[in-house]
């Protein structure tokens, strides 16, 4: 069986044009598509004012019409009329029985997004992260966001962080506006406020049932909390919320509450661990119940001896999580991590994102873990070391016996190495910056979809245009060998895409859902510093949908 994929993009207007890339989805096909190629442009979106670094969020259905929806947001936007700098800003592109129409957001002659949100205050950042699903149990997706540097109550923590819930309803219309700050629409549903100054709540979010009672639960990472009683600078925190019954219902959850905050807090090890920089949840260990899995990309590896080298966790779910409440993975003594993964070596920065899915076929979901970098250390090395901060995305399959192995190693000093290694091509690539997954190739097996937003386009001849790749999954995957993009030491890419113009950074965030309603799923991508058209709006973003057909 074969599949089509047409590209749309949208440099220099509005117009559609249509590029038809074919993969197989049998056997590896090399294929490229280099955005910079359409001779007509076409996309989804141009980010509004200069600096707001459009990026694709999510998808959903969020007004319960049946028909996918995107969530795209703007962390350093500006809010209404642009005078809460930035505050942050989200938007919903609703699905439609033709497709999503093409839009800029800054013309106010074409056509505008759906649904708007704002942030509440200057410097909040709200849009920074995002879930979605049906957090309330009504068959409608929903929509949490993150905004790490939001100040708490009364803006006396300051970078507390706060998380918001605004439910999906078919009532969500057209035009709608919400607002955190309540001045120019309704606010949030729910508001979750961190519990401290720093904390950086809403660095990341996650839905999963985790105590397997039939309701959704929300995970939340801070990873600049300081631990237990304070004493440990950024080592971070996850905590989980369960859905039953407060997430169900509208309120206020502040996480400084005892009582009423968390119903589970995990604590990092070590100060500078950050964990909670990106968490996940899924069943990795196939009990039908879902795991947590968070991060600590700067955390330093077995006895604290690869700096930076980064530790991703997994915490089974089952019945009785939760109790106790509370977990410190630096008490030796208590109940830690169920898995923990070290990273390879110093400044790989292990997890510093994650996807959990079916890449081997088996019918049990896997781990994906990418080393590609943080503001704090540049990533993993390529093989041998030789590609400086190329980046190197890692799966460790799903098992009934996962829950038994306890640590895995990706140096292999201390544990077993990950089941599949794939290498960036370059140095300073970032290969792994976002991970998803999905079903792209016309199988019942998830591809990996990877972006490397440093990467520089066709012939290394434009910096930082960004690359995204697509890898089919199934068992030919692990048969013992790396992949590798470059295809120096490994098969590469099924399918890559080349960003369009020089420091686009496509390839920032990535997902994949079926959003022009042809019944083929189809790749999300956003470019935040992306210039707008004729290059007018500065770092203003973009996001664009490569349609299978």
Do not use: W
């Amino acid at each position: 069986m074969k599949s089509h994929f047409t590209c749309q993009r949208t440099i220099a207007g509005l117009a559609t044009m249509l590029l038809m890339a074919t993969l197989a989805s049998s056997q590896r096909f090399p294929g490229i598509i280099d955005v910079a190629d359409i001779s007509g442009p076409s996309l989804v979106a141009f980010g509004e004012s200069p600096g707001d670094q459009l990026r694709v969020l999510g998808t959903g259905d969020f007004n319960g019409d049946g028909l996918n929806d995107i969530l795209l947001g703007t962390p350093s936007g500006d809010g209404p009329d642009n005078q809460r700098i930035n505050a942050g800003n989200a938007y919903i592109l609703f699905g439609t029985p033709n497709g999503i129409p093409p839009r800029d957001f800054g013309d106010p002659d074409e056509l505008r997004p759906d649904v708007v949100f704002f942030g509440a205050e200057t410097e909040d950042s709200m849009g920074t992260s995002a879930a979605t699903g049906d957090i309330n149990g009504d068959g409608i997706d929903d929509i949490i966001i993150g905004a790490p540097n939001a100040d708490g109550p009364g803006n006396a923590r300051e970078n507390a962080g706060e998380v918001y819930i605004f439910f999906g309803s078919r009532d969500l219309v057209v035009g709608t506006t919400r607002d955190v700050a309540g001045a120019f629409g309704e606010g949030p549903d729910i508001t979750i406020l961190g519990e401290d100054r720093n904390d950086g709540l809403g660095a990341s979010e996650a839905l999963g049932d985790v105590n397997h009672d039939g309701s959704v639960d929300l995970i939340i990472g801070a990873p600049g909390t300081f631990g237990p009683n304070n004493t440990r600078a950024a080592a971070g925190t996850v905590y989980v919320i369960f859905g039953e019954p407060r997430l169900r219902t509208g309120g206020l959850i502040d996480l400084r509450d005892p009582v009423a905050g968390a119903d589970m807090l995990i604590h990092g090890t070590d100060p500078g661990d950050r964990i909670g920089f990106a968490v996940k949840a899924g069943d990795l260990n196939d009990d039908r119940v879902d795991d947590i899995v968070f991060s600590a990309p700067t955390a330093d590896g077995p006895a604290n001896l690869r700096q930076d080298a980064g530790e991703v966790y997994v915490l089974f779910g089952h019945t009785n999580l939760g109790n106790p409440p509370m977990r410190d993975l630096a008490d030796v003594f208590g109940p830690g991590a169920d898995l923990t993964i070290y990273g390879q070596d110093s400044r790989d920065t292990l997890g510093a994102s994650l996807a959990i899915g079916d890449v081997s076929g088996d019918q049990v979901k896997d781990l994906v873990v990418a080393a590609a970098g943080t503001s704090v250390a540049g990533g993993a090395d390529g093989p041998g070391n030789a590609r400086l901060n190329a980046g190197e995305v890692t799966v460790i399959l799903g098992s009934q016996t996962l829950r038994f192995e306890g640590t895995r190693d990706i140096a292999a000093q201390v544990g077993r190495p990950a089941d599949l290694t794939i290498f960036g091509a370059d140095a300073g690539d970032q290969f792994g910056f976002s991970l998803t997954l999905g079903k792209l190739s016309g199988d019942d097996i998830d591809d990996l979809v990877i972006g490397a937003p440093g990467a520089d386009g066709a012939g290394n001849q434009r910096m930082n245009a960004g690359e995204v790749y697509v890898i089919f999954g199934g068992v030919r995957l692990f048969d013992g060998l790396p992949r590798d993009i470059a295809e120096q030491v490994g098969p590469g890419a099924d399918l890559t895409l080349l960003g369009p113009v020089i420091g686009a950074n496509f390839g920032t965030t990535v997902a994949v859902a079926e959003v022009d309603n042809d019944q083929f799923p189809d790749l999300l991508i956003g470019a935040p510093f992306v210039n707008g058209p004729d290059n007018l709006r500065p770092t203003s973003g973009a996001a664009f949908v490569i349609s299978e057909k």
